[in-house]
């Protein structure tokens, strides 16, 4: 072989070589960086009440407190007034009663009937009266009993002679029984009749104290209450009711 041939073909196995055993470039892929953190949503502070409202509100509370001041100033007043006119009344009747002998009491809070030959009532006593038996009613009606027990006991311990009397004090212990006070209403019922045995409110006073003694567990004092109540006022309402409950 020719020694040219031989040096072509050995160059040509050495480019040969040479482009196989070439070094490749080596691409290493990078990791994309880790996502930032989410933070968490922070929720602003409430924003505070506003100033207006708190003003407003305050504003609100202080009237309804001076409202109320005003109600007690009043209610005081009401009362003084009350005081000064019962203690007026009371010296119109020591000025009008001096050197007056008062008749006796019988059991029981309210006197006794006046006696025979008692002085007259005069208009300014009868006006005074009729007032404090309007209030009295008023106040009974209104629920205020314990004024209206005072304005009674008022009328029934310092004009024991007037036509009223009688209604006030039944109207006094109807209270207390009421209020479930039997004892002070039987005493109240009781003397009513012993003042006045045959008056306009003797009837329901016999009922009512049967009702009391019942109350009170005293079923034989019951009974014969309502037994001379059926016997003494046969006509009348209350001895129906009584008749009513003998039978049960």
Same mark, same amino acid.
């Given at each position: 072989?020719?020694?040219?041939?031989? &040096?072509?073909?050995?160059?040509?196995?050495?480019?040969?070589?040479? *482009?196989?055993f070439?070094?490749?470039?080596?691409?290493?892929?990078?990791?994309?960086?880790?996502?930032?953190?989410?933070?968490?949503?922070?929720?602003?502070?409430?924003?505070?009440?506003?100033?207006?409202?708190?003003?407003?509100?305050?504003?609100?509370?202080? *009237?309804?407190?001076?409202?109320?001041?005003?109600?007690?100033?009043? *209610?005081?007043?009401q009362?003084?007034?009350?005081v000064?006119?019962?203690?007026r009344?009371?010296?119109?009747?020591?000025?009008?009663?001096r050197?007056?002998?008062? =008749?006796?009491?019988?059991?029981?809070?309210? =006197?006794?009937?006046?006696?025979?030959?008692?002085?007259?009532?005069t *208009?300014?006593?009868?006006?005074?009266?009729?007032?404090? !038996?309007?209030?009295?009613?008023?106040?009974?009606?209104?629920?205020?009993?314990?004024?209206?027990?005072?304005?009674? !006991?008022?009328?029934? &311990?310092? !004009? =024991?002679?007037?036509?009223?009397?009688?209604r #006030?004090?039944?109207?006094?212990? $109807?209270?207390?029984?009421?209020?479930?006070?039997?004892?002070?209403?039987?005493?109240?019922?009781?003397?009513?009749?012993?003042?006045?045995?045959?008056?306009?409110?003797a009837?329901? #006073?016999?009922?009512?104290?049967?009702?009391?003694?019942?109350?009170?567990? $005293?079923?034989?004092q019951?009974?014969?209450?309502? /037994?001379?109540? #059926?016997?003494?006022?046969? /006509?009348?309402?209350?001895?129906?009711?009584?008749? &009513?409950?003998?039978?049960?």
């Amino acid at each position: 072989m020719p020694r040219r041939l031989v &040096v072509v073909l050995a160059a040509l196995l050495l480019v040969g070589c040479g *482009s196989t055993f070439r070094r490749r470039e080596v691409t290493v892929e990078q990791p994309p960086p880790p996502a930032a953190a989410e933070r968490p949503v922070v929720q602003p502070p409430p924003e505070p009440p506003r100033l207006a409202e708190q003003l407003t509100r305050v504003a609100g509370e202080l *009237s309804e407190l001076q409202n109320a001041v005003a109600k007690l100033i009043a *209610s005081s007043r009401q009362q003084e007034d009350q005081v000064a006119n019962l203690q007026r009344r009371l010296n119109e009747l020591e000025a009008q009663n001096r050197g007056r002998t008062p =008749p006796a009491v019988p059991g029981g809070f309210a =006197p006794g009937a006046p006696p025979p030959g008692a002085a007259a009532v005069t *208009s300014a006593t009868t006006a005074i009266a009729d007032d404090l !038996y309007r209030a009295g009613v008023e106040k009974f009606r209104a629920k205020d009993f314990d004024a209206a027990v005072l304005m009674f !006991y008022d009328l029934v &311990v310092t !004009y =024991p002679d007037h036509p009223l009397r009688e209604r #006030a004090q039944f109207l006094v212990a $109807d209270i207390f029984y009421t209020q479930k006070d039997y004892r002070g209403a039987l005493a109240e019922f009781e003397a009513l009749l012993a003042a006045v045995p045959r008056g306009t409110q003797a009837a329901e #006073a016999l009922l009512k104290i049967g009702l009391c003694h019942r109350a009170l567990g $005293d079923r034989a004092q019951a009974r014969r209450a309502w /037994e001379r109540l #059926a016997r003494e006022f046969p /006509e009348s309402v209350a001895a129906r009711q009584a008749r &009513v409950l003998l039978r049960t």
